[in-house]
């Protein structure tokens, strides 16, 4: 039975055919690595999608941080692995395992899915498979372990019920221990698998499907969950919530990537819940109540997390930031603190009208940030209909404010095709596309965009608009078709949803359990990456629903009404369906309710009055609540825009936020450059060159290194790296040129860096580099490598002598094998890459080509002139042919050789 270093080392060999292989090497800072011997309760979470969007997941995040803080449990990551990554994995019979210790999933406890998008689904099938874990829950063993799932999917369960044990239903801080807790627990009992699932669905907000009868219902023609099919089993199934988010406090030793993710930041969540209730927006409704993170937890949380990971941006996440109660102060002191570090502050969304000047001033201090503005709907009487609770003038206002702030792009979220949508509601997005458009080039000139985005309304559960039908795909294909016409001659970019992917999201939104049978069906097809437009196969799905007999329409083009049972009755979000039927009804009629709040309370739910209560009890005397700005006081952001909520008046000690220009890079200050050599080794060998800077400028912060930033749109860290290493090659002297505004003790810095550096980097030397020194890439003109050639090469290579090496060793035979090559007067080589073929000859680059003393390494001399060179490989190929792709290289030295004498690039850090 092969073991985790096995598995490691057997998936490092392959890594360099695939896309993006940093994806699949852990080993990131601050990951958490435990011995799997002594730790009773080993849980495995995966994100169904590739590692980029994964790692930005908060949930993910937050998971990862309150189980590994318990002693006697584990928590480690695997991620659905891209098809060109799948395919390598089967070929060799090797499982998807975790990047912490490459433990297999199937060995584990507990694996748990967190489902953030319906066309994932058949991801979930692709992880199990590769996992060798039964793909359903009915064909699951004693040994097998519990398979779970949470997330805003989930509140529609059903489409993958018979492909998971137990679901968790709303917060899953307290629920995820719990269960794992519970489950670990009667397993060291022994007792019976389907007795365990029975004690599970007693915990408050799980969902454990085998235990519930389903019945067609005769109306609707649905699969419906009607009643337990034990005794004990609750009915219907309560979400789960967490009303005080202060007692889970957000985790601040979050992994930092290799590679760039989506939210590629710390992310701090302050608030959860939105106050507004759009009706289109699932989010809105499955995480009421309302609850907000203090402003001292929030700050704490952005220091801490700033100083373990390095990251140079902090996003505030929420459904809606700028409702927050005190947002002014919050980001006006949490800028004061970050802004002379070069620490941006960023939010995940904001409505146009809770967006103020004092907003826009401040978070542009550091960095321009994206800009995006939600308008949802194209004219009055629409976003009437799906209470967006914002005007023309707050869309047109927020433009004002961005593009005379110094923003030069801006970003429109529109939706098509939602209830009662007339044509002028669509001729609307275009005519606020170029208001704003105007707007900019007022302020900006020709440098003003705008780009605008139209998706497709898809029905969710739990919202007004359950029982709303999709609109068809011809009709959105011409609303799409019109916007992007009008938009290209009106000078607005434009983006679409492909149309045949939103209706499959819609039907798995809207479906019941049969629809597991079509998911397995399309993965047998070879379905995977849904969501990926490059990846959506609508042939295959098409075919797997004419196989299973089910016809997708059923779940998009009819309308239902509130007396319908519906696939997810059975849970209960505390929502009532009584008050979603008659927010339906005023939005047919299209009147429009003002935010929730605290004062402001409709009765939604049983929660209501907790709801108010713990807002009020939390504001109470919090002088947070309201802000300041440098022109006197700022009023607090709350619902509807108003000033409900204290604010701070004069005579209360605040400090006036600096000017913009305070905060840029000083000028005339003193300016430190050094030179260093570090090591490149082990799995970290698969960065890329940018990815590498990403990793260093980080580990930089980490160490307290007062980094020198460039002066443009996005600063970033001033580093400059030697000839870029090949990805997958190791090295022991790679070299960077890099500057501080505080001179440095060389052995502390040496200390400090190496102490923040993930394993496989390590810095050896740094020396003081004079201003005016030329750059790394035009002094380096010779490299040398290392090569470890397996010997089923050397012998292949050695065949080729035709008998003319008998009486030789091996050893010796490969030397002549080496030497007749190296008298070669070309050696003609075609580099491919991307698009682009290129005929060129290595040998004016190949300076040497020597055996060592004993085994098979062999050691390569190049030269180089300005970047231009020979690539290792690319010799290798030559000489052993199939399978040198995959030889192990090292680069050991760069040398500049100059006037007849070879130096180090330390050495040479002066001006010439």
Known sequence: MENSSDYRRRIEEFLHKVEKPVRYIGGEWNQVVKDHSTTRIKVALCFPDVYEIGMSHLGFRLLYGILNRRDDMLAERAFTPWPDMQAELTARGLPLTTLESATPLNEFDVVGFSLQFELCFTNILSALALSHIPLRSADRGEDDPLVIAGGPVVFNPEPVADFIDAFIIGDGEETAVELAEAWVEMREQDRPRAEMLRELARIPGVYVPSLYKVEIDRTTGFHIVKRPAARGVPFPVKRRIIMNLDSYPFPTDIVVPFTEIVHDRVSVEIMRGCQVGCRFCQAGYIYRPVRERSHAAIMETARKSLAATGFDEVGLTSLNSGEYPGINRLISEMMDELAPQRTGVSFSSLRANSLTDHLAKQIQRVRKTGFTIAPEAGTERMRRVINKNISEEDILQACRMAFSNGWTHIKLYFMIGQPTERWEDVEGILDIGKKCLAIGREHQGRRARISLSASSFIPKPFTPFQWCPMENLDEIRRKQDWLKSACGKAGIRFKWHHPELSRLEGVFSLGDRALGDVIEAAWKRGCA?????????????????????????????????????????????????????????????????????????????????????????????????GGAGAGGPVPAAVPGGGTRLPVLWQGTQVTPAPSPDADSEPEGEAVYRFRAQFTKEGPIRFLSQLDLGRVLARAFRRAGVSQVYSSSFHPMPRLAFGPALAVGMASRAEFLDFETRAFLRLDEFLIRINATLPPGLRFLVVVPLERGAPSLSKIVNRVLYRAEIPLNLMNRAVSHLNGQGEGLTPHEAHRVVLSRFLEREKLPYTRRREHKVRQMDLRPFLLGLTPAAEGQDIRLMFSMDNGRTARPHEVLSLLYGEGSESVLVTRLEQMVVRGGKTLSPLLVAGRD
């Open 529 to 625: 990456f849904d969501g990926w437009t490059e990846k959506l196969d609508m042939e295959a799905w098409n075919e797997a629903f004419r196989d299973c007999g089910i016809d997708p329409e059923t779940y998009l083009t009819r309308s239902f009404g509130p007396e319908d049972a519906l696939p997810w009755d059975h849970l209960d979000i505390g929502v009532t369906k009584k008050f979603l039927a008659g927010d339906l009804e005023k939005a047919l009629v299209e009147v429009e309710e003002e935010t929730c709040g605290g004062d402001n309370c409709y009765g939604w739910a049983p929660f209501a009055s907790a709801c108010t209560g713990f807002l009020h009890q939390r504001r109470e005397g919090d002088v947070y609540f």
